[in-house]
């Protein structure tokens, strides 16, 4: 994915974001906690893993952003980043099976606990937003245990990769055989 400017980056997690709370809000307990084999997650599993990664990413951007503006102070008027880019990243991750840190694996929180915290840890992430369109962040990194290491522009991006690739599993375990109350997606 390339993005022309933070604009669209943020256009692009708020859109996947509105699907998954679209997704997730009609399912009840029991389908939420439907897993297609003892191994995989559940869909409330995959929304807390989502809400867990989205709340340290969020603190540790909001920190990295707090040292940028003590060191380096606002961006010149008119600043931008240019095209961000999370390309590479998304091809790596393609049909490839990763394994979470600890820190934010599921520990079988319910959806509807899952789905607060989210809209909690979304809205810290945007009132920040004036702040990564005040600075120049493309030298401030911190690596993905996968990826290596992603600026904040990337790190802003990657929310939209991580979150989509959740929610076609989700879509799978909705899919599965045995999924109680099956229901069409159309």
């Known amino acids: ?79 931008t980043p240019g095209r961000i880019s999370i390309e590479e990243a998304a091809k790596q991750a393609e049909g490839k099976r990763f394994v979470s840190p600890e820190s934010v694996r599921p520990t079988a929180v319910p959806l509807a606990e899952s789905l607060d915290r989210l809209r909690a840890s979304r809205a810290r992430l945007l009132a920040d937003w004036p702040r990564f369109e005040a600075l120049d962040l493309t030298g401030v990194a911190f690596p993905h245990p996968v990826f290596g290491p992603l600026n904040i522009y990337q790190w802003l991006a990657f929310f939209t990769v991580h979150e989509d690739r959740h929610l076609e599993q989700m879509r799978a375990v909705i899919s599965a055989e045995g999924f109680p109350g099956r229901r069409d997606e159309g």
């Open 1 to 79: 994915m390339i993005y022309n400017n933070l604009r669209e980056i943020r256009e692009s997690i708020e859109a996947v974001r509105g699907e998954i709370y679209a997704f997730t809000e009609p399912l009840s307990p029991e389908q939420a906690a439907f897993r297609r084999s003892p191994e995989s997650w559940s869909v409330a599993e995959l929304l807390e893993h989502i809400c867990k990664t989205e709340e340290f990413l969020g603190v540790r951007i909001s920190a990295l952003v707090d040292q940028a503006e003590v060191s380096q102070g606002r961006a010149p008027a008119g600043f």
